[in-house]
């Protein structure tokens, strides 16, 4: 079965930490061992794994992605979202992150986080947690 989360974005560019709630889905399924699949299906928005302490990461990422990418230089897709799709494709729309004893195995600083390169709007992301046979 695949759980649908709901992601409100505030503003054009934004990295949103979704780890405590995909930690909380992971826990109530009361699955101990498997993988946690989660995909964006959007095109102007993806997902990623990095640094959650220091949330001045975050905006480093964001903004070097301003520079690789700037708004409106010239690009064929004449909707104005062009440097979107392209920072989409950059980051990825998927990410997949093992489970063990009921819990995210993710790395001391890691958190998950969900991109919006087209906001604000409401936005989805899939999860599927895959259970391990034993
Ligand atoms: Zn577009």
């Not at 709630?21 to 498997?34: C, F, L, Q, T, Y």
């Not at 070097?64 to 980051?91: F, Q």
Request: hydrophobic share 35%; net charge neutral.
């Amino acid at each position: 079965m695949i759980k649908t989360l709901t992601v409100k974005t505030s503003s054009r560019e934004e990295f949103v930490d979704i780890r405590a709630e995909v930690e909380k889905v992971v826990k109530d399924s009361g699955i101990k061992n498997g993988v946690c699949y989660l995909y964006v299906p959007h095109t102007t928005a993806g997902i990623t794994i990095n640094e959650g302490a220091d949330p001045s990461v975050k905006k480093d990422i964001i903004n070097a992605l301003k520079k690789i990418v700037p708004y409106g230089a010239g690009y064929a897709h004449i909707e104005g979202n062009a440097d979107s799709h392209i920072k989409t494709t950059l980051v990825g729309s998927s990410v997949n992150i093992f489970i063990e004893g009921g819990r995210l195995i993710l790395g001391q600083w890691q958190s998950i986080f969900f991109c919006e390169f087209d906001g604000p709007r409401t936005r989805k992301v899939y999860m599927k947690i895959i259970k391990e046979e034993e």
